[in-house]
């Protein structure tokens, strides 16, 4: 089995060029730029909404490990207290190495490709008229 793979960028400025030049009309393909626009501030905002929570969550778990280690200091039961402070951790690892690997990989609405053929569509439009 032969399998290809085409990276985003260079898939999507094959099909916003073909779109392009090939099947639309320029109010049709105006229209598919705003679309196109739309979705990528809506998965943006996904994607800041995302972070923010993590954010949120980071902190909350800071301060639940702060309040443990007290009450262990304090204490209370050291086994119980332990489990829950490994739990913890365990979950601020997760978020972490999840904002880690997003940040690697670059925001799902980070696409420059359609960006500049929709931003240079509608200079052309402009000089034609």
């Known amino acids: 089995m032969t399998t290809h ?5 260079q898939l999507e400025e094959i ?45 909350k778990i800071e301060q639940e490990i702060k309040k443990l280690l007290q009450a262990l200091k304090d204490g209370g039961p050291a086994k119980a207290i332990v489990s829950e402070m ?15 690997q997003s940040q690697r990989t670059g925001s799902p609405a980070s696409s420059q490709h359609g960006k500049d053929l929709c931003q240079e569509a509608g200079r052309s439009d402009e000089d034609s008229q």
């Open 86 to 100: 490994q739990a913890m951790e365990a979950r601020q690892e997760e978020i972490e190495k999840g904002r880690f």
């Open 5 to 9: 793979s085409i990276r985003r960028d």
């Open 15 to 59: 099909v916003l060029d073909g779109l392009k030049h090939h099947l639309m009309e320029p109010a049709y393909f105006a229209e598919f730029c705003k679309e196109y626009t739309e979705e990528l501030n809506r998965m943006r905002r996904e994607v800041t909404a995302g972070q923010t929570a993590q954010k949120a969550e980071l902190v």
